[in-house]
């Protein structure tokens, strides 16, 4: 079978999934490595300002590094890992990086990184900041984009914002989901208590939109790529985002090391996390070829402008690390000891301290 034939064979499979399954949390899909597809040209400069940090540094010496590195396949706002492998970042750093697409819960994801099942992950910050309270071995290395949660409704509905929710029911796809988390936090600060004073009914993710449709929820919380796609349709309108306010400017998900790579290959590190700013950095200066490189992932329906769209919504210019990542990490657990989902006796600041790691100055 031809390299062509693979990715075809795979594109059918993924999109015969259908958009419902796509939706799905991190911790639905059964765990699958995906094949390497050939290495397109690497990145020059002039398509784009990389992050500069450690990109001088010289690649890893010998046979290339071989690395596990899990996601979630279907979500569109982690574009830059297919990025790395058609681009030739990894490739760049003499990274050899298997793409795992994880199943479990994120108390497994965080295990299997700890334990070396797999190497990195990238995930949400709202969905892994309380299990890394709990001290699972795992680094924080950077921030890698912000944006892809939205709060839907009809566009009939007479919402026009989340104050509007209060006493309302609200469909969601996980109770402890990092949207959950995030609402609820906004929610907080408006003055409504999340835990009391909204309904908040947990579906499955395929049945979120006709829980909409029979009136069942007033409204949901979807994330990219299927909130873009509903949004698509005229009969539906966005009333919030984590691209609001002050969270415009700041990360939601995160790239997290095996604590060991950190301490005993430094340098694999430090590869693999300057391998993925430089393919955040592509993405965002080229989001066109980004969404090519995602499209084999994408869910049935998705058009490549679709996913071109959804790429450039998403602040991938904005991938943080050092003393603004950890601000950042400190911000949340803050939020998060707010809505009562960290304990109040944690102190923030050195939470934040605990679990970043600045692998880019070794």
């Known amino acids: 079978m031809t390299t062509r034939d693979r990715l075809f064979n795979r594109r059918t499979l993924l999109q015969g999934a259908g958009a419902a399954a796509i939706a799905a949390p991190l911790g639905v899909f059964g765990a699958q490595a995906f094949p390497v597809r050939p290495v397109g040209s690497a990145f020059d400069g002039a398509q784009g300002a990389i992050c500069r940090t450690a990109s001088d540094a010289p690649p890893l010496s010998g046979a290339p590094r071989k690395l596990k590195l899990s996601w979630n396949a279907g979500a569109v ?6 990025v790395a492998i058609d681009h030739g970042f990894f ?12 199943s479990g819960s994120t108390d497994q994801l965080l295990e299997a990184i700890a334990t070396g099942k797999s190497d990195a ?14 001290g699972f071995d795992v680094k924080i ?29 609200v469909g969601v ?16 600060k408006l003055g409504i208590d ?33 909130a873009y796609l509903w949004l698509k349709d005229s009969a539906y309108k966005e009333i919030a985002s984590n691209l609001d ?8 998900c995160i790239l997290g090391l095996r604590g060991g790579l950190v301490r005993d290959e430094p340098q694999v590190a430090r590869a693999v996390t300057q391998a993925l700013l430089d393919a955040a950095a592509f993405t965002s200066h080229n989001p066109e070829l980004a969404a090519r490189s995602f499209q084999p992932y994408a869910p049935k329906g998705a058009t490549l402008a679709d996913l071109e769209g ?10 943080p690390v050092g003393a603004a990542l950890k601000q950042e990490l400190k911000a949340y657990a803050d939020d998060l000891k707010r809505v009562a989902v960290f304990k109040p006796s944690t102190d923030t600041a050195k939470f934040a301290e605990r679990i970043y790691v600045d692998v880019l100055g070794v």
């Not at 992950?121 to 709990?134: N, T, V």
């Not at 996980?174 to 906004?186: E, T, Y």
Request: aromatic content about 6%; overall charge neutral.
């Open 77 to 82: 706002c982690l574009a830059p890992l297919p």
């Open 91 to 102: 490739q760049k750093h003499n990274l050899d990086v298997e793409l795992i697409n994880y």
């Open 121 to 134: 992950g990238l995930g949400m910050a709202l969905r892994w900041l309380k299990p890394l309270e709990q």
């Open 141 to 169: 290395a950077a921030g890698t984009h912000g944006g892809c949660m939205r709060v839907l409704t009809r566009a009939d509905s007479g919402l026009k914002g989340l104050a509007d929710l209060k006493g309302r029911p």
């Open 173 to 188: 796809g996980d109770l402890a989901g990092p949207d959950k988390n995030f609402f609820s936090i906004q929610l907080a």
């Open 194 to 226: 999340p835990t009391t004073e909204v309904d908040w009914r947990p579906y499955p993710a395929n049945l979120l939109q006709l829980a909409v449709e029979k009136g069942e929820v007033q409204a949901v919380l979807v994330a990219d790529p299927v």
């Open 245 to 252: 306010g002050d969270y415009k400017d700041k990360t939601c």
């Open 310 to 319: 959804m790429v450039r919504y998403h602040t991938h210019h904005h991938h």
